[in-house]
């Protein structure tokens, strides 16, 4: 592994890490990160139609909206990639994934508060001529494909060309949260001199179907007498999505009291054409007084979707650039010391225009926002004995960002009595500009008009930004790590880590500040019984303050808008045991248990104050907001209890081999949701998810044949909640269904 910027073995890293490696992506299906919290205890994936939302220990992101940072870093081939939304199309051709447990504020990219995963591509085999393919097919008409050439450029360099594709039926009823999938990488690589080693890659990858989508829960009603919601279920199957005749007879009797109207037939159906680009390089020089590494990489991500995953429309068409360069050196050991020193530069410019439409309310938004990013760091470890180091790191950040943002909101209001309503009054169709409505909009300046004699008006608001921000802040590390003997590895240490502030085109919020987290880990990493039985421990507490939440909202001018808030802090402590027993030769048993107590010390904000908000929290009006305090409750995906159980079973058959595999993962009871709703999935009971497997093949490895089932028990778990705004219905994303299906493999 390469979790601490240099090669190491698993078991000698002090540091709080799972790795799953390439093959074991492979057996399990993971095309994609939302897949991997289904390796990773710690880690909790919520997959979304406009990327992914990712938590580690109760620590991430609540949205993807380009104006908020990731809490968890998300390097790719040791490249930072800074947006949620350009998190897939990588999983083909990987050596491991590496998910790195706390804050990582002194040699990773840009800081990040939760953790990291370092997506680690295999890179090519120098004077070898090799290769692989892999193919599968199953249920919803899943096929996926991917393998690899690598060619020989002599004996000390060598080409490798790797790719994938992916299509499946949508797991809903209606066809969407399908899969369209199909990425293409190409390295070259070598050692041009005794000093001197280059490798450069290209890849591209591309997202196309519908997408991620949901299925109605509810819709929760509000008594005006009371002020208090009632939750109406929908009574609807949640494999079905929003677009089956059920889902739509549902949703045109839900009353928006806004407009004064029943809501229309959700339409059209949603859309992705994704399209990821990426170069970069590593050069390494070997001086008598270590090593020096040059990193400089460029990626782009042109985005052109449609999405309807809070059962309203968001339509956007976004380019995302970036370049980076990482200078690092890795000075030789000079007497009881070693260290590494490195600088990082980051520019990204993220420019795009944005259609959301509530159907009662639409906004229209154009934003830019360029950041750049520069950051010193190093690392020095002090070798008291050969068994004893103590170690230190710094890193100081400079972030810089500009703003730039116009819009265009409009909202439907009925003034007819409320025992009249206006229900002749139009909705918001999804369109690209005002002027593609097919009713008269205002013009600037105007703020209201008639909607013709239905009893309703349409307002428009106009919003310019243009504003500058800078954050600076010290990180650092401090460890202690002392080998007991030759196989067992115990070690203490402290870290502290940061996550920039921003924007948001929202009055009253317009910017927010960075937040923080103290980081205290005790590991131990053991191997016993001539390395039979793996056995390593964690236990940690972590501070976390200021915590940035982006959430939607009603902004200071009463328009509903998508803003970030410095509203929380949280004290996270648990335990985590991981161990493997080779209890035969033939047989492995595995289990990775976490216990987490993640509890929001404070979490406290506000919202206008034109509707009673749909919370779980108790609020108080005050003036022309709510104040909603959510203070002590458990933090959002962060179960007490996870387990990850597996066996594996070798059956020798003279020069082949029968491969028996069965795991399971136990999650306990959760919040998915921002708002801490429980009605509507928002809580999330117990689940338990076991997949199984059987392959056969040449005990040589050279090809396999395999039949998998996986979610046995077919249980769709709820990974997203959303009560939508102003329409008060209530949307849920699951895990897939139960799928099985067969794969056969080669190596050459």
């Known amino acids: 592994m390469t979790a601490q910027r240099r090669e190491e073995n698993l078991q000698r890293a002090a540091v709080a ?235 045109q009797g839900t009353y928006v009291g806004l407009s004064g109207r029943t809501l229309g037939a959700l339409s059209p159906l949603p859309y992705q054409n994704n399209r990821f680009y990426g170069a970069n390089a590593e050069i390494s020089w070997k001086t008598d007084a270590g090593t020096l590494t040059f990193i400089p990489a460029w990626r782009d991500s042109k985005l052109d979707y449609s999405a309807d995953a809070a059962a309203f429309f968001y339509k956007t068409k976004e380019d995302d650039s970036q370049y980076s360069g990482e200078l690092r050196f890795n000075g030789n050991r000079i007497g009881m010391f070693s260290y590494t020193l490195g600088m990082l530069y980051y520019h990204e410019t993220e420019a795009y225009h944005a259609d959301v439409n509530v159907f009662a309310q639409a906004s229209w938004t154009d934003q830019r926002i360029n950041t750049a990013s520069w950051a010193p760091f190093g690392r020095l470890t002090a070798n008291l004995t050969d068994r004893l180091r103590l170690v230190g790191g710094i890193r100081y950040t400079h972030d810089h960002k500009d703003f730039v943002s116009n819009g265009i909101t409009g909202v439907i209001v009925c003034r007819a009595p409320a025992t009249v309503g206006c229900p002749t009054a139009p909705l918001f169709p999804l369109v690209d500009m005002p002027s593609q409505l097919p009713f008269a909009f205002p013009p600037q300046g105007v703020p209201a008009a008639p909607l013709g004699t239905s009893g309703a008006i349409v307002t428009r608001t106009d919003s310019s930004y243009n504003s500058q921000l800078t954050n600076q802040r010290v990180t650092w590390r401090g460890a202690v790590e002392y080998d007991l003997t030759r196989h067992s590895l115990l070690y203490a240490s402290v870290e502290t880590g940061y996550r920039s502030g921003g924007f948001a085109a929202a009055v009253g919020h317009e910017t927010y500040q960075p937040e923080t987290i103290t980081a205290y880990t005790l590991g131990s990493k053991n191997r016993f019984f001539d390395n039979r039985l793996q056995l390593n421990l964690e236990g940690f507490l972590w501070n976390y303050r200021n915590q940035q939440v982006n959430h939607v909202g009603l902004d200071s001018n009463g328009n509903n808008a998508n803003f970030t808030d410095n509203i929380g802090s949280s004290k996270i402590y648990g335990v985590e045991v991981e161990t493997q027993a080779l209890i035969t030769k033939t047989t492995l048993l595995s289990a990775d248990i976490q216990y987490l107590h993640a509890q929001n010390t404070s979490f406290i904000y506000t919202t206008g104050a034109s509707a009673p908000p749909v919370t779980g929290c108790p609020y108080t009006l005050s003036g022309a907001v709510y104040i909603i305090n959510c203070s002590g409750f458990a933090a959002n995906n962060a179960p007490r209890w996870t387990m990850n159980l597996g066996a594996q079973q070798t059956i020798p058959v003279g020069d082949y081999k029968i491969v028996l595999g069965l795991d399971t993962q136990y999650k306990s009871g959760r919040f998915i949701n921002f708002a801490y709703v429980s009605d509507g999935g928002g809580y999330v009971d117990h689940s338990w998810q076991t997949n199984a497997q059987i392959s056969f093949g040449p005990a040589n490895g050279r090809w396999s044949a395999a039949a998998f089932v996986r979610n046995i028990e077919d249980n769709r778990v709820p990974t997203f909640q959303s009560p939508a705004p102003l329409i008060n219905l209530s949307v849920v994303g699951t895990t897939p269904p139960r799928t099985f299906g067969g794969r056969v493999s080669v190596k050459f």
């Open 17 to 251: 890490v799972d790795v799953v490696t390439g093959a074991d992506l492979v057996a399990a299906g993971t095309t994609n990160a939302s897949l991997l919290s289904d390796h990773v205890p710690a880690l909790t994936v919520e997959p979304s139609s406009t990327g992914n939302l990712i938590f580690l220990r109760g620590v991430g992101n609540f949205t993807v909206v380009p104006t908020s940072d990731p809490a968890i870093a998300y390097n790719y081939d040791n490249v930072y990639v800074g947006r949620p939304t350009s998190t897939t199309g990588a999983f083909f051709d990987l050596s491991r994934v590496e998910v790195l447990k706390g804050p990582q504020g002194t040699l990773y990219g840009r800081n990040a508060t939760g953790g990291a995963i370092n997506v680690n591509p295999e890179h090519p085999h120098y004077g070898e001529n090799s290769g692989y393919a892999t193919a599968s097919y199953g249920n919803y008409n899943a096929f996926n494909a991917e393998g690899a050439i690598n060619l020989a450029m002599g004996q000390d360099g060598a080409a490798r060309l790797s790719g994938t594709i992916t299509r499946r039926d949508g797991y809903l009823k209606d066809g969407t949260s399908d899969d369209r999938t199909e990425g293409l990488r190409f390295q070259m690589g070598g050692r041009l001199t005794d000093r001197l080693t280059a490798r450069i890659g290209i890849d591209y990858a591309h997202n196309g179907g519908y997408g991620y989508s949901v299925s109605y829960t509810g819709k929760y009603v509000l008594n005006p007498a009371t002020a208090n919601y009632t939750f109406v279920p929908a009574n609807i199957p949640v494999d079905q999505g929003l677009y089956t005749p059920a889902s739509q007879a549902f949703r």
